[in-house]
């Protein structure tokens, strides 16, 4: 190989790992998007009757003002939110965290279609809905 040739090569080479490093530093430096990133699933039960399904949705600490999305959109229902760390009093120590806190989502396809929620109840640490046959 001549040295005009490794030359070339060398250039292209070093262009072709510029390239690569501007495309790895805009995967990284992306815009934010305007939702947070799903941290945890909630666990859910479904039921069918002949008038109505409903879903229990295990939510424990979250309440109407933190839960964000509630809604069945073509064969498929959304419920997201926020799960704050409940915390006893501003001095509290924390020694274990084991329910799960922070963004939640859960999506989740039904084989029924043109369901609406008509009911939606948070207690007792679940999410109970009905939703409707139409």
Known sequence: MSTDDLESWMWAEAVRGQERAE????????????????????????FETPEAIYVIVALPGVSDQTL????IRGDTLFVAGERRVPTPTPDALLHRLEIPHG?????????????????????????YLT???R
């Open 131 to 133: 939703l409707s046959k």
């Open 68 to 71: 964000t999305d509630l809604e």
């Open 103 to 127: 963004h939640f989502e859960r999506r989740v396809t039904l084989p029924w279609p043109k369901l609406a929620i008509t009911q939606h109840e948070l207690a007792d640490g679940c999410l």
């Open 23 to 46: 495309r790895i530093q805009r995967q990284f430096f992306r815009r934010a998007t305007h939702r947070p990133r799903k941290q945890w699933e909630p666990p859910l039960d479904v």
